[in-house]
């Protein structure tokens, strides 16, 4: 399985398009004027504690105060807001926590009003990012994350990443980490922690611990409200939370992001600095590795799959709903149930794929194509499940309920991806068409089903606006040679003046209408 990052970047912003084999998995985009990312941490101030929501609105510096909930506090604000104190009266030298008297946990079933007051200062970390007309959500129990391991300062407890299913390997990191620790720090281990030795987790444990101490150091002259630890940029945060062995290149077009890349990789794995690659081609980057076409085909109301087969994707303030269509595809199985599960476990596998592309979160209905069999619905339920083991967001996915529904939830931390793909009609002012680059995918759809075997074909005439003919006949080698090679059936392009701009029609010699 090859992993590529494709990264470009433009004057205001930078994107990164993750690809599996191939195929387009992630799309991020990091803006310059993103000032609220998730996991910077802010020197705030308390603005009011609301106890009917029992919870306290802080001024972050965003145009909206950030939510503060009781829960997010951690049960050791009391000693946090002792720490802040001392530091920023500039009583507290030593930010190592190694001989800083703890003060006892705050109540989990507490109020607000107990333990916070107007105009007081207070650490938190960004947990989510501003949606819509929400502020951001923050939390006042920090961490700092790491390649292998992320720092839990006022804290004791070192837990380990369930994903790692040995339990002698979690007993062998858990012992390693508690060796290494500093006091007053808790630790958790990440999944990539699997196999490395304390060498490797010592070395991210002390970044993390000159991280913290460094944005200690600032809490003496900061001004209220004021970023004091910034999250990595989005490249490095990408690659620290997905970079794995399977990565075969990293391509980057710009020549100050290359050298940041290839600094990082160089302190996280040394060995894999040589995949990170200059690109200077003249050829824009998204469209020498595909990907400019596969937003335009991914993103959008409808998103279709292999054979006629689609997705039509909904959104609401609610939630999403997916639904899945089996179109027109041509299949050999012997009946409608096994033609089901086959549309159903594509559309698992796109479904998975769509929801880390998008980012979408909250909640997911997905209104599968009906299937009887009990045996079926497992085998969709199991194969959803490990299409998304990927996922890096939180989420949890319910059985098949009797209506063929399936239900899922998914973390959102960040906007949903969303990207235009409907194009200016040339034909009509003011009016928008699906992107023509759509219109070729749908073209190739119905010669695949006009060509199957079995079906008779007396000549193929693709009747098609005089601008779309000169797309698919131009060029070496053009797409109607493509297709002759992937066919073996020469297709006739005949353009037509009187057609709008994506209209077209598949006739015989004898100018029949050929349905697909």
Known sequence: ???????????????????????????????????????????????????????????????????????????????????????????????????????KDIDKNGSINDVLKANQSLLVQIVKEPISTKGPRISSELSIAGRFLVMVPFSDRVSVSQKIASKEEKDRLIRLVKSIKPKGFGVIIRTVAEGKKVAELDKDLQNLFSKWTNMCKKLHKAPHPSKVLVELNRASSILRDVFNDSFTGIHVDEETLYNQIK???????????????????????????GIERQIKTSFGRTASM??????????????????????????????????????????????????????????????????????HRRKLFDHLRDEMKDDRAKHKILPPSKFGLVQITRQRVRPEMNIKTSEENPNVSGAEVEAPIVLIDKIQADLERILKPGRTNNGIVLNIHPFIAAYLTKGFPSIRSKWFKTYKKWVKVQPRDAYKYLEYRFKDKDGKTIRP
């Open 306 to 375: 292999s054979r006629g087969a689609y997705l039509v994707i909904e959104h609401t303030e609610a939630l999403h709903v997916i639904d899945v269509n089996s179109g027109n595809r041509s299949n050999k199985a012997k009946n409608q149930e096994d033609t089901a599960l086959e549309v159903n476990l594509l559309a698992a596998t796109e479904i998975a794929r769509q929801l880390r592309l998008r980012d979408m979160g909250g909640i997911i209905v997905v209104d599968f194509i009906d299937m009887t069999k009990g045996d």
């Open 1 to 103: 399985m090859n992993r590529e990052l494709i990264v470009r970047s433009t004057p205001d912003a930078v994107d990164f398009a993750l690809l599996k084999d191939g195929k387009l998995v992630e799309l991020h985009k990091e803006e310059d004027n993103n000032n609220f990312s998730v996991g910077d941490i802010f020197l705030a101030k308390i603005r009011k504690p609301v106890t009917g929501l029992n919870a306290a609105f802080v001024n972050v510096g965003y145009e909206k105060d950030a939510f503060l909930h009781y829960h997010d506090l951690g049960p050791q604000l009391s000693s946090m807001l002792k720490f802040i104190k001392q530091a920023r009266t500039g009583k507290l030298k030593d930010y190592s926590l190694r001989n800083f008297p703890f003060e």
């Open 263 to 289: 600094d990082y990789l160089h302190e996280i794995a040394p060995q894999k600095e040589s995949i990170v690659k200059l690109y200077t081609g003249s050829a824009p980057i998204f469209e020498k590795f």
